[in-house]
Nanobody, 118 residues
Framework: QVQLVESGGGLVQPGGSLRLSCAAS????????MGWYRQAPGKQREVVAMITGSGSTAYADAVKGRFTISRDNAKNTVYVQMNSLKPEDTAVYYCNAYVSSPYRTDYWGQGTQVTVSS
């Protein structure tokens, strides 16, 4: 079992930056991957960025070049630095972690609101 707690959301103007943090309740070494999803009103939840235990990263096309995901194993924390924010980035952002063995099990944070508006 893993508890995930997000922080860092808020209101930002277009072109601005935010950094989201996701703190896990235990060591993240054993997790297959961690990352961020988002869900805008009336839309399905979508993956934003993921990072594996070995440090490999993957990004949604919509955020490539603007968002950077990273992890601090000593702090059991994953971050996403979001730059050049756009109104279409407005959503609730959820931290995700999963293990693959013996079968895939996903863990979710409670979500943090990001609003990009002038």
């Amino acid at each position: 079992q893993v508890q995930l707690v997000e922080s860092g959301g808020g209101l930002v103007q277009p072109g601005g930056s935010l950094r989201l943090s996701c703190a896990a309740s235990r060591s993240i070494f054993s997790l297959t991957a961690m990352g961020w999803y988002r869900q805008a009103p009336g839309k399905q939840r979508e993956v934003v960025a993921m990072i594996t235990g070995s440090g490999s990263t993957a990004y949604a096309d919509a955020v490539k070049g603007r968002f950077t995901i990273s992890r601090d194993n000593a702090k059991n924390t994953v971050y996403v630095q979001m730059n050049s924010l756009k109104p279409e980035d407005t959503a609730v952002y959820y931290c995700n972690a999963y293990v693959s063995s013996p079968y895939r099990t996903d863990y979710w944070g409670q979500g943090t609101q990001v609003t990009v508006s002038s």
